[in-house]
């Protein structure tokens, strides 16, 4: 079972949940930008959380189909027809052989089959590495006419895709509920919480962090996000050993501008680190485009990881939910 890209959109790659184990040797995680969406997606086409799937930039992909395929988008903003009839995401749909699925708008929509796209693992992991030019389809953003192979779908994918057979429906009736998706908005306030060198702000620095609005700059790609706003400024200027990042550490280079950094992030990092968006809000982040605002808001580790195990907690009564209506009901 094969897709064949029809148009390869702006950017659009192979992604999964990351590679785990290797920032030892230097090799960044990776993965989708907006692991929640990736993740439900996936759940409604019956797979794995990590799945391989399409990560799509800014919309544009059109994508045809050689068998009969169950897919589901997911993300935020998403415009999407089968067969020039209007798609919606967060829920799955069967995609006759030989039918068009054009994805019209959407910031980082994930395109989802049931099985996965079948790429070859490399260091544990399928997702595209642009920058080292690995995983994915060999390495590189999607180009036009290319093939993707699927995997078999999963037993849970198969009955999904049979039930909507049966019952001679394309799209899914029920959907993805609002508890497992990211409350997505033009302008977010993100949850942080202090950096280790937070300390070094100056006061004003410190209030302007937390009261002023940034702006998402174009100069933003998968490694992270450059903001701009009132320049940041330190009490005094420090050299810095290179340190350990993560998704969503706020760094402040000399010219004052912070950059949070995203899924393609390096694995250490020698700008002072003032901040960290908690992981429930990344996704939130990951779907804004060049020219959105935000603002930062501060946030206890406790509370930041009591929001973290509600969204564990909601997920997984999503997928034990999927399991019993079509496999053990």
């Given at each position: 079972?094969?897709?064949?890209v029809?148009?390869?959109?702006?950017?659009?790659?192979?992604?999964?949940?990351?590679?785990?184990?290797?920032?030892?040797?230097?090799?960044?995680?990776?993965?989708?930008?907006?692991?929640?969406?990736?993740?439900?997606?996936?759940?409604?086409v019956?797979n794995?959380?990590?799945?391989?799937?399409?990560?799509?930039?800014?919309?544009?992909?059109?994508?045809?189909?050689?068998?009969?395929?169950?897919v589901?988008?997911?993300?935020?903003?998403?415009?999407?027809?089968?067969?020039?009839?209007?798609?919606?995401?967060?829920?799955?749909?069967?995609?006759?052989?030989?039918?068009?699925?054009?994805l019209?708008?959407?910031?980082?929509t994930?395109?989802?089959f049931?099985?996965?796209?079948?790429?070859?693992?490399?260091?544990?992991?399928?997702?595209?590495?642009?920058?080292?030019?690995f995983g994915?389809?060999?390495?590189?953003?999607?180009?036009?006419?290319?093939?993707?192979?699927?995997?078999?779908?999963?037993?849970?994918?198969?009955?999904?895709?049979?039930?909507?057979?049966?019952?001679?429906?394309?799209?899914?009736?029920?959907?993805?509920?609002?508890s497992?998706?990211?409350?997505?908005?033009?302008?977010?306030?993100?949850?942080?919480?202090?950096?280790?060198?937070?300390?070094?702000?100056?006061?004003?620095?410190?209030?302007?962090?937390?009261?002023?609005?940034?702006?998402?700059?174009?100069?933003?790609?998968?490694?992270?996000?450059?903001?701009?706003?009132?320049?940041?400024?330190?009490?005094?200027?420090?050299?810095?050993?290179?340190?350990?990042?993560?998704?969503?550490?706020?760094?402040?280079?000399?010219?004052?501008?912070?950059?949070?950094?995203?899924?393609?992030?390096?694995?250490?990092?020698?700008?002072?680190?003032?901040?960290?968006?908690?992981?429930?809000?990344?996704?939130l982040?990951?779907?804004?485009?060049?020219?959105?605002?935000l603002?930062?808001?501060?946030?206890?580790?406790?509370?930041?990881?009591?929001?973290?195990?509600?969204?564990?907690?909601?997920?997984s009564?999503?997928?034990?939910?999927?399991?019993?209506?079509?496999?053990?009901?």
């Amino acid at each position: 079972m094969t897709v064949h890209v029809r148009q390869p959109g702006l950017l659009t790659t192979v992604q999964d949940l990351g590679r785990m184990g290797w920032q030892h040797i230097g090799v960044p995680v990776g993965g989708a930008m907006d692991p929640v969406a990736h993740r439900v997606a996936n759940l409604l086409v019956g797979n794995d959380d990590d799945a391989a799937a399409l990560e799509c930039t800014l919309g544009g992909i059109a994508l045809q189909f050689t068998a009969p395929t169950l897919v589901a988008l997911a993300g935020r903003d998403i415009t999407a027809s089968l067969d020039a009839t209007p798609i919606p995401g967060w829920r799955p749909f069967l995609a006759p052989r030989g039918a068009l699925l054009v994805l019209h708008d959407g910031c980082r929509t994930t395109i989802a089959f049931a099985g996965g796209v079948d790429v070859p693992q490399v260091l544990d992991g399928r997702g595209t590495s642009l920058r080292a030019a690995f995983g994915g389809l060999a390495g590189r953003p999607l180009r036009r006419d290319d093939r993707l192979a699927l995997s078999p779908p999963t037993a849970l994918g198969a009955r999904i895709a049979a039930q909507l057979d049966a019952r001679s429906r394309v799209v899914a009736n029920w959907s993805a509920g609002m508890s497992i998706r990211p409350a997505y908005t033009d302008t977010p306030t993100l949850r942080i919480i202090p950096g280790p060198e937070h300390g070094l702000l100056t006061d004003a620095s410190r209030d302007l962090l937390l009261g002023d609005t940034f702006r998402v700059s174009p100069d933003s790609d998968r490694m992270g996000f450059r903001l701009t706003g009132q320049p940041l400024a330190l009490t005094s200027a420090s050299e810095m050993l290179s340190s350990g990042v993560t998704a969503g550490t706020i760094q402040l280079p000399p010219g004052g501008a912070p950059i949070v950094l995203m899924a393609d992030r390096q694995t250490t990092g020698g700008y002072p680190r003032i901040g960290d968006v908690i992981t429930v809000d990344l996704p939130l982040l990951a779907q804004l485009r060049p020219g959105d605002d935000l603002r930062f808001a501060p946030v206890s580790l406790d509370a930041a990881q009591s929001l973290y195990r509600s969204r564990e907690h909601n997920i997984s009564g999503a997928r034990a939910a999927m399991r019993h209506r079509f496999l053990e009901a």
